[in-house]
């Protein structure tokens, strides 16, 4: 087990406490620790975060087999889904943000009742064009719905984007603004499930509080400075 010495305890419980003076209670603070050491994962759980953000399943594999004596933490998967890595974020996460594609959700629906374990999952969408994002546009997940409500092994819960980069706030909370009023055609689409909206980052996330988000996906702001 990794020691936490005292000096990144108080500045990462700082720099969080700097945070969540700007949350909302309902709002979810997800810790990005994808570039972050043990030590540093664990001043922020000693700092009362649970909620930790990790992107590539083999590194996040290495640091839940050494977080293992913290059994309250939530597993968020919050990079890109490869078909092939999808059994094993099926079995190490509690929820998995970046749904992106039809034929993924497929392979998921298939997987969850042989792992018997079934993660609360977002569908990630593009809803401003950005060749570097993955995601439905709204046509493209309008039309898939049918075949998606055909997937009855699938916890959707809501739905997650990534801005392009580039943007102004005015253009960044219309983006955001446009992922909330999606979540609310798709309810009165009978989607009744379409709560959670994952979007925000260090640079944006007060942008999308004020957009609605649910959960804010933080990763700079609280771990620059003590990477793996």
Known sequence: MSEVNSEAIATISDRLNKIRTHLPTQVKLVAVSKYTSIEAIRAAYDAGVRDF???RVQ???IKQTELADLTDITWHMIG????????????????????????????????IPELGKSPKL???VKLAEDPHKSGWSEAELLAD???????KHLNIVGLMTILPLGLDESQSHAVFSHVGELAAKLRSL???????LSMGMSADYAIAIKAGATMVRIGNQIFSGYQA
């Open 53 to 55: 953000g990790e992107s």
């Open 59 to 61: 590194d996040a594999k």
């Open 80 to 111: 890109s889904l490869q078909s092939n890595k999808a059994r094993a974020a099926i079995a190490q996460f509690d929820w998995i943000h970046s749904l992106d594609r039809l034929s993924l959700a497929e392979q998921c629906d298939r997987l």
């Open 122 to 124: 977002l569908l990630q």
């Open 145 to 151: 719905l049918p075949q998606l409500a055909q997937l």
């Open 190 to 196: 009978g989607w009744d499930n379409i709560r959670e």
